[in-house]
Nanobody
Framework: QVQLVESGGGLVQPGGSLRLSCAAS????????MSWYRQAPGKERELVAV????????NYANSVKGRFTISRDNAKNTVYLQMNSLKPEDTAVYYC?????????????WGQGTQVTVSS
C-alpha cells in the first residue's frame, strides 16, 4: 500500500524556520519525482518545489526561491523541505507528492497534508 507520511508542520513566528519531512513507502521511491505543494486559505493548490528522480535537479516557485530547499534521501525513502525566513503568506497546508509520468498514464500519490502557520 502506498503511503506518504508527513511531519514537521506547526506554528512558527515570521522569520523562523521549519523542516518538513515526508516518509514514503509502497512504491519505488527512487523512480519518482518528489514535490511539495501548498494550499493557503482561499487559494488553489500550488507547486512549491520539486526534485527529480534521475538528475536530482530542483525547481522552486518564485515566491520561495532562496528561502526553501527541497532534498531527498533515497536510502531513507524520504523527501524534505527546509523552510527558512518564513513569512505569514507561507501559511498553508503543505502536501507531499510523488509522481511518475508516462504518455499513457500518470502515477500520482499524495500525502494527507500538514499545517504550517506563520504568525506573531
Amino acid at each position: 500500500q502506498v503511503q506518504l507520511v508527513e511531519s514537521g508542520g506547526g506554528l512558527v513566528q515570521p522569520g523562523g524556520s521549519l523542516r518538513l519531512s515526508c516518509a514514503a513507502s509502497g512504491f519505488t521511491f527512487s523512480s519518482y519525482a518528489m514535490s511539495w505543494y501548498r494550499q493557503a486559505p482561499g487559494k488553489e493548490r500550488e507547486l512549491v518545489a520539486v526534485i527529480t528522480s534521475t538528475s536530482g535537479s530542483t525547481n522552486y516557485a518564485n515566491s520561495v526561491k532562496g528561502r526553501f530547499t527541497i532534498s531527498r534521501d533515497n536510502a531513507k525513502n524520504t523527501v524534505y523541505l527546509q523552510m527558512n525566513s518564513l513569512k505569514p503568506e507561507d501559511t498553508a497546508v503543505y502536501y507531499c507528492n510523488a509522481r511518475r509520468s508516462y504518455s499513457w498514464r500518470d502515477y500520482d500519490y499524495w500525502g494527507q497534508g500538514t499545517q504550517v502557520t506563520v504568525s506573531s
